[in-house]
C-alpha cells in the first residue's frame, strides 16, 4: 500500500519547512512574557516552579529548553492542558504574516513532525504515533484558509 504524500518538517525537507516546527526561532509572546520559541514558551507552560520557568526562560536554544523541561516539576493538570496549551502557542506564533504565508502555502498536504522518537507530538519511529503537532498545525491552516478561501489557499 502508499503511503499518503506529506511534508516532514524534523528529518525531512528542513529547511525549507523548518519553519514549521517548535523549534524554529522567533518571538511568541505569551502570558506577557517574550520566549525565543514555541518550544522555550511550551517548556515554561510545564511547571509552576519560578527557577525552572526563569532558567527555561534564560536558555539561548529550543533544545536545552528541552532539556529543562525534561527535568521539571511538572504542574497538577499538565495531561489536562498540555494540547490545548500547544493550540494556543500555534495560534500566536502564525499571527506573524510572514509565517502565516509560509503555512498557507504547503496548500492542503498533511503535515506530520517526523520526529522518529515522538509518538505523541510526531508520527513516531513506525509513522502510526498521533502526530498532534501535525493536527494543531493543520487545523491553523484550515483556519487560514477559511479567512482566505483564495483558489488553493494561496494569497498573492
Not at 6 to 25: C, E, H, P, T, W
Request: glycine share 8%.
Amino acid at each position: 500500500m502508499e503511503q499518503e504524500p506529506y511534508i516532514g518538517f524534523v528529518q525531512r525537507d528542513r529547511a525549507k519547512y523548518g519553519f514549521l516546527s517548535n523549534f524554529y526561532m522567533c518571538t511568541i509572546k505569551y502570558k506577557g512574557i517574550s520566549f525565543k520559541s514555541v518550544e522555550h514558551a511550551y517548556q515554561w507552560s510545564k511547571t509552576d516552579d519560578p527557577q525552572f520557568q526563569e532558567d527555561i526562560i534564560k536558555c539561548v536554544t529550543p533544545a536545552r529548553t528541552k532539556y529543562f523541561g525534561k527535568r521539571c516539576p511538572l504542574r497538577e493538570d499538565w495531561e489536562d492542558v498540555k494540547i490545548s496549551i500547544m493550540r494556543e502557542l500555534v495560534e500566536i506564533k502564525f499571527k506573524d504574516r510572514g509565517l502565516n504565508l509560509q503555512l498557507e502555502a504547503t496548500g492542503n498536504i498533511k503535515l506530520v513532525e517526523d520526529a522518529a522518537w515522538d509518538k505523541f507530538w510526531g508520527a513516531g519511529r513506525d509513522g502510526v504515533g498521533e502526530n498532534w503537532l501535525g493536527r494543531i498545525l493543520m487545523d491553523e491552516r484550515a483556519k487560514i484558509f477559511a479567512e482566505d478561501p483564495t483558489e488553493g489557499g494561496v494569497r498573492s
